[in-house]
């Protein structure tokens, strides 16, 4: 039976137990971006250790399941950056089958900065020196 509308077909099933606070994250999720109210960013901020990167993991997989067809993973190393798009990759074939229809882009905070700015430049010359939120570049 082959249907054209996407269907939820990613089993997230966290190998652990996460905590409450990590459940909340995972939980809170938000939908695709329909227009209306600007999209939402999921930033987990925490001590090495204690599991930024199984949260992250499952959060994608919750993603996916909402629908989402792209995840950005932003992190601080060139090194950090490669893993996750490793592990997200990995853990996406592993619990989902419309994985190969997500694209995961996974890069520094340097790179994100880079990328922005390349796509908004002339949006950012255009604008007006006073009201820019980018006006101390120009001098």
Do not use: W
């Not at 652990?16 to 695709?32: G, L």
């Not at 993991?57 to 996750?84: C, M, N, P, W």
């Not at 997200?88 to 700015?117: E, G, P, V, Y």
């Amino acid at each position: 039976m082959e249907s054209n509308a996407k269907t939820s077909a990613c089993v997230p099933q966290p190998q652990y137990s996460p905590t409450p606070e990590q459940q909340c994250i995972i939980d809170n999720c938000p939908p695709p971006y329909q227009g209306g109210t600007p999209p939402t960013l999921a930033r987990v901020t925490a001590a090495a250790g204690a599991g930024k990167t199984t949260v992250l993991l499952e959060l994608a997989l919750r993603a996916a399941e909402l629908g989402h067809e792209h995840i950005s993973y932003v992190t601080f190393s060139k090194a950090a950056a490669q893993d996750g798009q490793r592990r997200l990759t990995q853990r996406l074939q592993q619990s989902c089958a419309q994985a190969s229809f997500i694209t995961i882009d996974a890069m520094t905070l340097h790179s994100c900065a880079q990328r922005a700015l390349k796509t908004h430049y002339q949006q950012i010359l255009a604008s007006n020196e006073d009201e820019s939120p980018f006006s101390e570049l120009y001098h």
